[in-house]
C-alpha cells in the first residue's frame, strides 16, 4: 500500500517539524503575556482591539502547529475517504491543485475552543502550552462532503468531548475513519491510544 499522502515533502523532516513547532508555541507564550499586560495598561476600549487582534493571531498559531509536518501531504492524519481519493487524482496524474482541490485540513478540536483555553490560563509557561497545543491543536485532512457532515452535525465550533477529541469524528451524527499511519510520526503516536478508544483507526 502507497504510504505517499503521509510523506513529508519540502524541507519539513522531522527536525524542521520540531523547530516549527518550538517557535509556534514561543510566539504564542508571548502573544499571551502581551495580553495580560495589556488587561492591566490598556483602557476597556484599546484592549478589546487587542483581543480582536489576538484571537486571530492565536488561530493563526494553531493553523501553524497543526500544518507542522504538511497542511496535506505530510500531514499524519488522514480520513480513509480522503487517502483514497489522494491516491486516485495522483494515479491519474493530476497536478497538485487537483489532488487537493477536494480535500479539507480539518481542526480535530475546534479553534475556537482552544482559544479560549489559551485565553484562559493566568499563569501562561511554555510547558503548559506545550500540552495544550498536543493534545488540542491537531488537524487531519478529510474530505469536503465529510467536512460538510460535521458543519451539518453542528459540530463545527463544538466538540463531543474534551478528554478525546476524536469523539468528534465517532458519534451518533458522524462517522469519519482515520487511515493508520505506518510512518511513527509523533503526532500520531501521541494521539494513537485516544484514537483507539474513540474507534476512529480503520480496522
Given at each position: 500500500?502507497?504510504?505517499s499522502p503521509f510523506k513529508v515533502i519540502g524541507?519539513?523532516?522531522?527536525?524542521?517539524?520540531?523547530?516549527?513547532?518550538?517557535?509556534?508555541?514561543?510566539?504564542?507564550?508571548?502573544?499571551?503575556?502581551?495580553?495580560?499586560?495589556?488587561?492591566?495598561?490598556?483602557?476597556?476600549?484599546?484592549?478589546?482591539?487587542?483581543?480582536?487582534?489576538?484571537?486571530?493571531l492565536l488561530g493563526r498559531n494553531i493553523w501553524?502547529?497543526?500544518?507542522?509536518?504538511?497542511?496535506?501531504?505530510?500531514?499524519?492524519?488522514?480520513?480513509?475517504?480522503?487517502?483514497?481519493?489522494?491516491?486516485?487524482?495522483?494515479?491519474?496524474?493530476?497536478?497538485?491543485?487537483?489532488?487537493?482541490?477536494?480535500?479539507?485540513?480539518?481542526?480535530?478540536?475546534?479553534?475556537?475552543?482552544?482559544?479560549k483555553k489559551l485565553k484562559d490560563l493566568k499563569?501562561?509557561?511554555?510547558?503548559?502550552?506545550?500540552?495544550?497545543?498536543?493534545?488540542?491543536?491537531?488537524?487531519?485532512?478529510?474530505?469536503?462532503?465529510?467536512?460538510?457532515?460535521?458543519?451539518?452535525?453542528?459540530?463545527?465550533?463544538?466538540?463531543?468531548?474534551?478528554?478525546?477529541?476524536?469523539?468528534?469524528?465517532?458519534?451518533?451524527?458522524?462517522?469519519?475513519?482515520?487511515?493508520?499511519?505506518?510512518?511513527?510520526?509523533?503526532?500520531?503516536?501521541?494521539?494513537?491510544?485516544?484514537?483507539?478508544?474513540?474507534?476512529?483507526?480503520?480496522?
Amino acid at each position: 500500500m502507497s504510504d505517499s499522502p503521509f510523506k513529508v515533502i519540502g524541507n519539513r523532516n522531522n527536525d524542521g517539524a520540531l523547530n516549527w513547532i518550538k517557535f509556534t508555541i514561543d510566539i504564542a507564550l508571548n502573544i499571551l503575556d502581551h495580553r495580560l499586560k495589556s488587561k492591566i495598561n490598556y483602557t476597556e476600549k484599546e484592549f478589546h482591539v487587542n483581543e480582536l487582534i489576538t484571537r486571530e493571531l492565536l488561530g493563526r498559531n494553531i493553523w501553524k502547529f497543526s500544518e507542522a509536518y504538511g497542511k496535506f501531504s505530510g500531514c499524519p492524519f488522514w480520513s480513509v475517504k480522503a487517502f483514497d481519493h489522494f491516491l486516485s487524482m495522483k494515479k491519474h496524474n493530476k497536478t497538485k491543485a487537483e489532488c487537493e482541490k477536494n480535500l479539507r485540513h480539518e481542526h480535530v478540536y475546534p479553534q475556537v475552543l482552544l482559544i479560549k483555553k489559551l485565553k484562559d490560563l493566568k499563569k501562561p509557561s511554555y510547558k503548559i502550552l506545550e500540552d495544550l497545543f498536543k493534545r488540542y491543536a491537531i488537524a487531519a485532512v478529510i474530505t469536503k462532503d465529510e467536512n460538510d457532515l460535521l458543519n451539518k452535525a453542528k459540530l463545527r465550533t463544538l466538540t463531543i468531548s474534551d478528554e478525546n477529541i476524536w469523539k468528534r469524528y465517532n458519534n451518533k451524527d458522524v462517522k469519519i475513519k482515520i487511515k493508520n499511519n505506518t510512518l511513527n510520526n509523533d503526532f500520531f503516536k501521541y494521539h494513537k491510544a485516544k484514537m483507539d478508544e474513540a474507534l476512529v483507526i480503520e480496522r
